[in-house]
């Protein structure tokens, strides 16, 4: 039966509700930078910085979620499905300590990491609220991301997308009362965002449970939640957190790119934020062809059939390169009239403006990137895309940010050139490396077993 449902999946069957479920989690973003930036330029430039804190956290639970979407599609490959259920149940253990702890972290010491920054007094009082109340909902967090990968490992994704669907729903109408004050009610601004955020994760989270428990028959025992099984947990890490490494190296060096933005004034840093979510639609389709490529993948090579797996990723990389391209084209002939939806500023349109034309440049090469080096991770290679990454972020991305955006007086959008020279950097080393087949070595190795 597990057969026939692995044969009938397709790259469109995973793709579409994964590229719903990203737009949908994309305009989480957008809508409640939106909203801000109509309350407040402030505002919204705080809460953009606030987030950069807040996605390192997220990338801390990736770990366990990376790590069991590629362990249990390689079981289901194999025709593991204990085993996979095993992994699911120590994914979401993993997660539930590790956002209790971040939790912890965040109100000890999220006043110190935003100070990091270098905020004006205006600006670090809106971060510090919308971090602090933010904080509360890592733990819920880090439980739909586990969730999430449980489901999409078993084919499963429009389901996970519904889950991303109710928090925007929650988010979207919470922060317009938060913004607008409608029907009398008190305009909270930040807070009341914050809020609708912490109240959307929470519900999300309960429905992702019951779907995973309803569909997949898969239950939590406190007993295994609380202790969950070591070689599970270390398979976990052995894949999640070389995987994380590039995403935390990734975080770390927008840190400190971030930081040499905000020496260029308020208005770079409002640009940066509007055009930065401006351009996740330029690389949606991509993310999404990718993550449905990364999961065929994951079961071709539970089940040894790595000439499928290489085809199957090079024609992935030749749609997604054009599809950026085309996504970029678009952004940046309306340029204008997007960003005009955010602010009426017109020095932050000013400076937004040539770095949309930028990404002509930069997406076809983030294309590359997405698609071969989650293609590597998802076979089990994933200590390469970690050593080029962190390779390329700082002696690439930082060092020409510094270089062509301070030293040569070109701003925000030296910036940019330098995250394209970083893309393409990073692309290239990808396509040499699914090109000449080391990978085929590096995957989880399962006992040869047909029956569960």
Do not use: C
């Amino acid at each position: 039966m597990q057969t026939k449902q692995t044969e009938q999946l397709t790259l469109f069957k995973l793709s579409w509700p994964i590229f719903i479920e990203l737009a949908l989690h994309m305009g989480t973003g957008i809508i409640a930078t939106l909203m801000l930036a109509h309350y407040s330029d402030a505002a919204a430039s705080a809460v953009g910085v606030a987030n950069q804190i807040l996605n390192v956290f997220l990338i801390v639970f990736s770990v366990t979620s990376v790590g069991a979407t590629i362990l249990i599609g390689q079981a289901i490959g194999a025709q593991r499905m204990k085993k996979s259920r095993d992994f699911a149940r120590s994914a979401v253990s993993l997660n539930m300590w590790l956002g209790a702890i971040m939790v912890v972290v965040i109100f000890l010491f999220g006043e110190t990491f935003l100070r990091l920054f270098g905020l004006s007094d205006e600006l670090f009082a809106h971060g510090l609220l919308f971090l602090q109340i933010v904080g509360l909902s890592l733990f819920t967090e880090a439980l739909i991301m586990a969730l999430s990968s449980i489901l999409r490992s078993h084919g499963m994704t429009k389901h996970a997308m519904l889950a991303t669907l109710l928090i925007d729903i929650i988010t979207a109408v919470g922060a317009v009362f938060a913004v607008t004050g409608w029907f009398g009610l008190p305009v909270t601004g930040v807070a009341g965002v914050a809020w609708a955020i912490v109240i959307a994760r929470f519900a999300a989270m309960i429905l992702l449970f019951w779907l995973v428990k309803r569909k997949l028959m898969i239950r939590f025992p406190l007993k295994e939640v609380i202790r969950p099984k070591k070689d599970d947990i270390q398979s976990l890490l052995q894949i999640g957190i070389p995987s994380a490494g590039e995403n935390l190296s990734y975080q770390a060096s927008q840190i400190v790119i971030t930081g040499f933005i905000a020496t260029m004034g308020e208005a770079s840093l409002a640009a940066r934020v509007y055009v930065m979510n401006l351009s996740m639609l330029a690389f949606l389709f991509t993310v999404a062809v990718a993550q449905g490529t990364q999961l065929l993948i994951a079961r071709d090579i539970g089940g040894k059939r790595f000439k499928e797996a290489y085809h199957r990723a090079v024609k992935t990389l030749k749609i997604a390169m054009f599809a950026s391209f085309i996504a970029s084209l678009g952004l940046a002939v309306f340029s204008e009239s997007l960003l005009g939806l955010f602010t009426s500023n017109p020095d932050i349109i000013a400076v937004g403006v040539p770095i949309l034309w930028a990404t002509l440049i930069l997406e076809p090469g983030r294309a590359m990137n997405i698609v071969l080096m989650g293609s590597l991770k998802s076979v089990g290679d994933v200590r390469f895309p970690v050593m080029i990454g962190i390779a390329s972020m700082w002696g690439v991305a930082v060092a020409f940010s510094y270089l062509f955006g301070l030293q040569m007086g070109l701003g925000i959008l030296g910036i940019w050139f330098a995250f394209s020279l970083d893309e393409w950097f990073r692309g290239f080393f990808a396509f040499r490396r699914w090109k000449y087949g080391t990978w085929q070595q590096k995957g989880f190795q399962f006992e040869a077993k047909s029956t569960t």
